[in-house]
DNA sequence: AGGTAGTGTGGGAGCGCTCCCACAAGTGAT
DNA sequence: ATCACTTGTGGGAGCGCTCCCACACTACCT
């Protein structure tokens, strides 16, 4: 507190007003020229810019921010302890994603963290007090409270991964129907008639998707519906090994698996090797994700990828949208903004 | 820029003279409250912070940074592109160390990217524009302008490893000569006599100081100066196979080395087993970082730890000073701040 | 009684912008 | 010549805060 005059008479950064006084207009001309409004002249333009260019005028974002009520600024919150973050290569293709998407904007972005209990204290209190336009939700879970606290603040936000088939809020997410789609009809071709399917936790909703996607898949092929060939896992290598024993047990002549994760396919192949299946030989395997596991596993797995980046650079377009229509969500009634986008088999050994 | 008076007169965020009304004070006190300044009587603060709670009164930090010429947020510049920022456990070490002397304060943290030259540009200009309080500058190269830069727009910054003995910037480093002499004391105390040292890049202030006390403490322990024994690298694995093949040639009686990083000692031992010594009977071998290299060698390789979280840590608490007496850095003259930290040998089996 | 501090408080001025109204000047129809 | 637009421009008002000066009031000295 104690110098705050510590911006002198001469050495300050140059203002609106003198960039104007120098180029010999008004201010709000110069503010025109700044912010890109098409009605000022070529010549005033020219003369604002040579101003702007000799003073190194640089505009002032916390006036901007009081004057304008925006902060050109969004905010990417992971919700996960900084650990998840950096080891898990999702986060690092969304950023990049975002990155691009961004780079071309004069939005800034934030990174922010909310693992522990203290720091979603301090996130909330940072959105309450307004200090961004716009939230990029990602890697929620079902029960967070964030996504109905930034409904309530009026905030602009976009998730990745809807909650459910109702969400509210805008939204990106995979083709998981037509991901899981791609798995089966892939096993299918390769002759598989006996194919079970391992789910992932079913109070997420994209691990619904990828069930429905792998009935339809069979019920178009002519298969009849035969849910003892469908378990329940929960995205874990324990329970894509419970889950595995279990359908050998109750189906011992599977001859593939689609597990809703790279991480449960794992746990499955530990089982199916113990049981002395052989991969692809006697049992064919498909993931989910593509993650580095899938490439390493022996044999390689073969694996539905998810368009990271892409969703990434979604999430930001649908974001400015919201935030340059800048109507309260609720009000939007049910003109719901979503993205969803297209996933790809990567096909490897295992199938 | 469409509906700029989506702040209804209602639903609005309460301000500080909304505040003031309700407790029945004046704007000054309120505002004396909000930043805990002393100077207010015990039943007026309880007053005002009534109102406070009841309004659910948020500062508008616009406002406030317009004001005060603050902004309350510092960030933290990565010169890298993304990709390594994640595959290198430092940054993530560095980032939990920040964030944590960071929580208990109302600083915010931005994490900015400036791998790419467009990435760069965007950066200067923010700077420009002042949008941070200070700055925190981790793995900048010797020939980097940033820092340069932040000097010149009187923006407090602390550089984490300091380009020279005579760094005009605040920063923080680990205790490079110490860690050396540490490591060469090791290898002396394992009975070695001819000790080998592999320098990093010597335009690296820090290599330097490694080589510093790789000499020190053969001096102290009554050894005669052999410079044949120092061999040029860079810290990559190819100068390490270089530099350890030079060596064999030039002196074959070596029985230890100490590299100037665990990549280049990587690089020796693949010489080493080469040449048929085996390591550690023939020649032991030291390295530095500890990264995740050292651990998974084989053998594991003993290697220099350094602190990087409390380093994290440390430069915080440097650059939160620098921004309280936000004296122009050019004015400080002499008294330079900076922070050295210890380091530690962590001991396996390749020595 | 008259000083001389210190303590708590109110509110003016001003931070640098954006928004918008007012208005001048030009253009073309009547 | 008049009216009605359109286009470009200047500048007032106001965003919500902090800083600081002014002032009232107390307390304790001379």
Redesign the pocket.
């Known amino acids: ?1 104690a ?3 510590a ?1 002198g008479r001469s050495g ?9 006084a120098r180029a ?9 020229v ?2 890109g ?9 020219a003369a604002v810019e040579a101003a702007v260019a000799e003073l190194g ?4 974002t ?3 921010a ?5 902060t050109d600024a969004i905010a990417l919150v992971v919700p996960e302890p900084e650990t998840r973050f950096f080891n898990e290569p999702y986060f690092s293709d969304m950023l990049k994603g975002v990155g691009s998407e961004l780079s071309d904007t004069e939005m800034q972005l934030l990174l922010i963290f909310a693992g522990s209990d203290r720091e979603r204290q301090r996130l909330a209190q940072y959105l309450a007090a307004h200090r961004v336009d716009g939230v990029l939700l990602v890697s929620v879970h079902a029960d967070d409270p964030l996504p109905d606290l930034l409904t309530q603040l009026e905030i602009p936000a976009v998730i990745s991964g809807p909650r459910s088939a109702t969400e509210t809020l805008a939204s990106v997410d995979s083709d998981n129907y037509g991901g899981a789609r791609s798995a089966v009809e892939h096993l299918l071709s390769r002759g598989r008639g006996r194919i079970a399917h391992i789910t992932g936790r079913l109070d997420v909703y994209g691990a619904q998707r990828r069930v429905d996607g792998y009935r339809d898949a069979l019920r178009d092929a002519g298969h009849a519906a035969d849910d003892r060939l469908i378990e329940a896992g929960d995205f874990t290598e324990e329970g894509g090994r419970r889950a595995m024993a279990e359908l050998l047990h109750r189906c011992p002549d599977v001859d593939a698996v689609f597990a809703a994760s790279d991480v449960t396919a794992a746990g499955a192949r530990q089982v199916l090797r113990e049981k002395g299946r052989r991969i692809p030989d006697d049992v064919a395997l498909v993931g989910y994700d593509d993650s580095a596991i899938a490439r390493h596993m022996d044999p390689p797995l073969t694996s539905v990828r998810q368009p990271i980046e892409e969703m990434g650079r979604a999430m930001i377009d649908l974001l400015l949208t919201e935030i340059a229509d800048r109507r309260p969500a609720a009000s939007r009634g049910l003109e719901r903004h979503q993205a969803v986008l297209a996933t790809e088999l990567v096909e490897r050994a295992s199938s």
Do not use: C, F, K, W
Not at 12 to 20: F, I, K, Y
Not at 37 to 45: C, G, N
């Open positions: 507190m110098s705050h005059g911006r300050g950064r140059p203002t609106l007003e003198e960039v104007a010999g207009v008004g201010r709000g001309t110069v503010s025109r700044i912010n409004s098409p009605r000022v002249s070529d010549a005033t333009r005028y640089v505009p002032n916390a006036a901007r009081l004057a304008a009520n925006r």
